[in-house]
């Protein structure tokens, strides 16, 4: 069976995540990428190879080396997934902040009301 990738497999490592914070302004040398992880060069080539499986990158080759072009277009999946979300979590938010602003309203009324009749008592 085919695995089939996206590009939520692709974010949701560590290393292709800083892989793709390399390559994202700028093209880069498969060796220079290799270079800054604790790791042997076919674990990183097996990272390169899903994030342009999941098409956030491109390898082109530039004579003897091979270079990282990101690809970053498919990024925008994630950003509309995850604002559906931001979009119910801030209405909560926003529900939870107006109830405690009425709630802490309700209870300085409360409180001034008790120093009131306190104060009445005493006049007595």
């Known amino acids: 069976m085919e695995a089939?990738?996206?590009?939520f497999q692709?974010?949701?490592d560590p290393?292709?995540?800083?892989?793709?914070?390399m390559i994202a302004t700028k093209p880069v040398n498969v060796n220079t990428i290799a270079e800054n992880f604790d790791m042997s060069r076919q674990a990183i080539s097996l990272h390169l190879k899903i994030l342009a499986e999941c098409d956030l990158l491109n390898i082109k080759q530039q004579g003897r080396e091979r270079f990282c072009e990101a690809k970053l277009e498919k990024l925008n999946e994630v950003h509309e997934w995850i604002q559906q979300y931001h979009k119910l979590w801030t209405g909560r938010f926003n529900s939870l902040r107006k109830f405690l602003e009425k709630e802490e309203?309700?209870?300085?009324?409360?409180?001034?009301?008790v120093k009131s009749n306190k104060r009445k008592n005493l006049n007595k």
Do not use: C, E, F, W
């Open 15 to 21: 290393t292709r995540r800083a892989i793709i914070d």
């Open 105 to 113: 309203l309700q209870l300085t009324k409360n409180s001034k009301g």
């Open 10 to 12: 692709a974010i949701a």
């Open 4 to 7: 089939r990738r996206d590009v």
